[in-house]
Each structure stands twice: as structure tokens, then as C-alpha cells.
């Protein structure tokens, strides 16, 4: 008997320069099930993302230089920061850090990741996509594969 296996689309804002990556989705209040972000690297490294200015709780997804997912991690949201000035710039960023004295939660990789995908928390469990799916991408959508 042959497997059946339903694509979930995604609608992903690709990250690829440093001020992209450093602001992420801070200040994002909601994702649809179908939205997240993919950061592209230029090369593999040990990757550490940080929840400050992130309104909700995400997944963080590791994927090799294939786009195959390694590894998943949970970054709970930083609810300080809710309602605050938002964070659009590396200046909105430096400011608000040194004014805060709350502490904010890590996803830290266990290998070294050419690319990162952030989802909404629990994306991966509810749709049953885990460590050794791959990820394809298009020019409008992207989606999982086992």
C-alpha cells in the first residue's frame, strides 16, 4: 500500500540580510498556520535565536544545507515587550535592549545550519512534520516532504 502524503503550504518571509535576521519576527502579534520566516545564511554555523521582541511563542526549525530538518526547538514568546514601541530597526533594537532589564529565552542548534525556519508553536507537532522532512521551496510557496 503506498503512503499519502499532504504538502502544507507556506508563506514564508526569507530573511537574508544581517538586519533581517537580527529583527526576525520580533513585533509580529499573530501568523496564520501558513506563515513563517526562513533565514538563509551564507554558510553553516551554530545558531542561537533569542526570543526578545517576540510577541508569540514559535517553533525554530534547523535545516542542513539541503533544507532537511535536523532539528526542532521551541522559543517561547517574550511577553515584556508586548505593547512597547516596536522593533523595525537594529536602532529600535540596541534602544530597547538597554532599557530592559527581563530576561528572554534561546533555541539554540546542536550542529551547524546553513538555514532557519521559524513557525508558529506547534506548527510541527500538528502537522505531523518531523526531524528528516525537507523543505521545498517555489517562487510564491514552499511546503514539507517526509
Do not use: N
Not at 46 to 62: A, K, N, Y
Amino acid at each position: 500500500m503506498r503512503a499519502f502524503f499532504l504538502a502544507i503550504q507556506l508563506f514564508l518571509q526569507e530573511a537574508k540580510t544581517p538586519e533581517q535576521q537580527t529583527i526576525g519576527l520580533m513585533g509580529v502579534e499573530h501568523l496564520s498556520d501558513s506563515e513563517g520566516m526562513l533565514f538563509t545564511f551564507p554558510s553553516s554555523e551554530m545558531r542561537r535565536f533569542w526570543s526578545f521582541g517576540c510577541l508569540i511563542s514559535l517553533d525554530v526549525g534547523f535545516l542542513d544545507d539541503d533544507l532537511v530538518l535536523r532539528e526542532i526547538v521551541p522559543l517561547p514568546a517574550h511577553p515584556f515587550w508586548k505593547k512597547q514601541r516596536p522593533i523595525h530597526t537594529q536602532a529600535d533594537l540596541r534602544k530597547a535592549l538597554m532599557e530592559t532589564t527581563h530576561s528572554y529565552f534561546f533555541a539554540s542548534s546542536k550542529a551547524a545550519y546553513r538555514y532557519v525556519i521559524e513557525l508558529p508553536s506547534g506548527w510541527f507537532e500538528r502537522h505531523k512534520v518531523d526531524v528528516g522532512a525537507k523543505l521545498h521551496k517555489t517562487d510564491t510557496f514552499s511546503y514539507f516532504s517526509p
